[in-house]
């Protein structure tokens, strides 16, 4: 069992920077893929960055470039670094933990807003 807490969003202008914290307790957090995922008005869930146990990164097309996602497995913590924010990057933000060889085993956090606007 995997406990997440989000924390970080907050209301942004178009152009600002702003970074996302996962705090994971629980299981072993060396064993799980991480992951920030968003859900926007009237949308589906999408993935935004993912981060293996291995350390290898993925983003979506739409934050690459902009967003970083990093893991301190010391710490059992991910962050999510955007910068150059866009009004299109607003919406809920989830943490996301998917074991490493069991990928049914999921956990998710209840999510952090992160609205920008001008």
């Known amino acids: 069992q995997v406990q997440l807490a989000e924390s970080g969003g907050s209301l942004m202008q178009p152009g600002g920077s702003l970074r996302l914290s996962c705090a994971a307790s629980?299981?072993?957090?060396?064993?799980?893929?991480m992951g920030w995922y968003r859900q926007a008005p009237g949308k589906e869930r999408e993935l935004v960055a993912k981060i293996t146990n291995g350390g290898t990164t993925t983003y979506a097309n739409s934050v690459k470039g902009r967003f970083t996602i990093s893991r301190d497995d010391d710490q059992k913590r991910i962050s999510l670094q955007m910068n150059s924010l866009k009004p299109e990057d607003t919406g809920v933000y989830y943490c996301?933990?998917?074991?490493?060889?069991?990928?049914?085993?999921?956990?998710w956090g209840q999510g952090t807003q992160v609205t920008v606007s001008s």
């Open positions: 996301n933990a998917e074991h490493y060889s069991i990928g049914s085993l999921t956990f």
């Open positions: 629980g299981s072993i957090f060396k064993m799980y893929h």
